[in-house]
């Protein structure tokens, strides 16, 4: 059986849950190859868990570091593995041997993080626009979440598009109990969760929020996701306005996320540059209706199941989401459209559509034998 190394650095964040869900599904469906995976201390246990077929190998090397181009290819070729899955762009790029690298879009590539010293951010971000040219044009094959991301990636890169193959992800409905929100209830409120990076327009939600209260003064906005130092910023604007009504939680557990689903007015998302909007498609599976920017994958995603409007436009996001919380028709149609959108997407098939890559990268048919 052919050797198949899974590099999961990034499990257990946020972009790691494409990763930790693609190998939960991969042991389930004993594909015909011994899959080692790579991973930090933090998520041995984890896998040993989930995937206790497949080996767990432990590295201390973090994203993008020169430890990446040194300690890791050293790991990586002491395995000798018929073939490594990157699943993320950061990887040893003098590495020789087969590769599928995961690709989940060129936002890194294209916005700024103010929070970060402005000089070192640009030297950076050259140095990965570099990685994000040469990995398509090394790897043997190329996943990506949409097709979007896929014609992205192969003008950017100047690679064949047939040399990229979209795996759609998808979402999990929540296991934990609803866990009430007490400044919430009773109070009707509009929200979005995730991070406030400069390519989530955060700064034009609220501007449609100041908008929307001129004729609903008891409604809230609620921007719910780990404090940061962009986030701090964020609130301080907000403060500094005197703008009312927005509620910046913080972290918040997997059951207070599940309330705010389904008690929210709509669950809004404003990005400028997605690769797949995943917290659109949760939303939708908990009954929110979702009122969505319509910018790059995102109406490929969510189809008719989201009111859309142009994110460079805050009187067209003021006015999409008075449409939602005005029309009880539109409301209802949403939810039901969104539940049943959802359920179009699968980790399963999203796992089958990759060991069909890792076969034909290899040249091996399901039985696990040379083709």
């Known amino acids: 059986m052919p050797k198949i190394v899974i590099d999961a650095r990034e499990s ?11 190998i939960e ?9 011994e899959i080692v995976i790579l991973t930090k201390p933090p998520r041995l246990g984890y896998f040993a868990q989930v995937a206790p077929d497949f080996k767990v190998v432990e590295t201390w090397v973090k994203e993008f570091t020169f430890a990446e181009q040194l300690k890791l290819l050293t790991q990586l070729n002491a395995q000798k593995a018929e073939l490594v899955h990157f699943g993320m762009v950061q990887q040893p790029i003098f590495y020789g041997g087969k590769v599928v690298t995961t690709m989940h879009d060129l936002t890194t590539v294209r916005f700024r993080n103010p929070a970060k010293n402005p000089v070192a951010f640009w030297v950076k971000q050259q140095v990965y626009k570099g990685v994000n040219w040469l990995v398509p044009r090394k790897s043997a094959k190329i996943i990506v979440p949409s097709n979007y991301v896929k014609l992205d990636v192969a003008n950017f890169a100047h690679v ?6 979209v795996t759609y992800e998808s979402a999990d409905r929540i296991k934990d109990r609803p866990e009430p ?9 509009i929200m979005y969760i995730g991070r406030p990076t400069p390519h989530k327009n955060l700064p034009h939600l609220i501007e449609a929020f100041k908008q929307l209260q001129a004729t609903r003064p008891g409604l809230k906005l609620v921007l719910a996701g780990k404090k940061d130092v962009l986030y701090e910023q964020i609130e301080q604007s907000v403060q500094s306005q005197g703008i009312k009504d927005v509620l ?11 309330w705010m689903y389904e008690h929210c007015a709509a669950y809004v998302f404003p990005s400028l540059s997605e690769g797949f909007g995943l917290p659109g498609l949760e939303a939708m599976k908990h009954g929110a209706p979702v009122v969505s920017s319509n910018a790059t994958c995102l109406p490929e995603i969510y189809g008719e199941a989201a009111h859309y409007f142009d994110p460079s436009n805050v009187e067209a996001m003021a006015l999409a989401i008075s449409d939602v919380l005005d029309n009880p028709d539109l409301r ?13 997407f699968s980790w399963e098939k999203m796992a089958k559509e990759t060991i069909k890559v890792y076969e034909e990268v290899l040249d091996i048919n399901s039985s696990g034998e040379p083709g």
Do not use: M, W
């Not at 599904?25 to 190859?33: D, S, T, V």
């Not at 064949?160 to 193959?165: F, H, L, R």
């Not at 929100?181 to 409120?189: A, D, N, R």
């Not at 039901?336 to 179009?344: F, I, Y």
């Open 25 to 33: 599904y991969l042991h389930k469906l004993k594909p015909k190859a």
């Open 160 to 165: 064949n598009p047939d040399k990229i193959v």
């Open 181 to 189: 929100i007490k400044k919430l209830e009773g109070t009707p409120f």
């Open 332 to 344: 209802t149609k949403l939810i039901e459209t969104g539940k049943s959108r959802a359920q179009e």
């Open 12 to 22: 257990g964040t946020t972009t790691g849950r494409y990763i930790d869900k693609l």
């Open 248 to 258: 910046f939680t913080g972290f918040v557990t997997e059951g207070q996320l599940r």
